[in-house]
């Protein structure tokens, strides 16, 4: 059991939602909303650059969308064995690239994505199958 009676599997399962859901909202900024209005001013990209990095963006979108899949793979798979090591391949995907954005893109990733992913990934090991 976890803190408050809650078990650590269900916390677990539910911080990889949670994550899993950033990762559907990371897909839809940026393969649908890149080039809007709304997109550039998250991004902070002008016209011009948005519109030049649009396809790059779709397929970063792309790839945030795949591990979305993952997880909420994880989440459904009906064989428990299966199902924790989707959840935990997803969130130490997740952990792996926000390390790498905060490296190479913005520290402000490591808060954003490695940060929660790793906490995921923690409760998730520590709930075990």
Not at 87 to 95: F, H, I, M, P, W
């Amino acid at each position: 059991m976890g803190r408050y009676g809650v078990p650590v599997k269900v916390t677990g399962e539910i911080l990889v939602g949670v994550i899993a859901v950033q990762h559907l909202l990371f897909f839809y900024l940026e393969a649908v909303l890149w080039t809007t209005p709304r997109g550039r001013g998250i991004f902070g990209t002008t016209p011009e650059q948005a519109e030049q990095s649009a396809a790059l963006a779709k397929n970063q979108g792309l790839y945030n969308g795949f591990l979305a899949a993952a997880l909420i793979w994880g989440l459904v798979a009906s064989n428990d064995h299966v199902a924790f090591q989707f959840k935990v391949y997803g969130v130490a995907c997740v952990v792996v690239a926000g390390l790498f954005g905060a490296a190479t893109v913005s520290r402000r990733i490591l808060f954003v994505q490695a940060v929660p992913a790793a906490v995921a990934l923690a409760v998730v090991l520590a709930g075990g199958r």
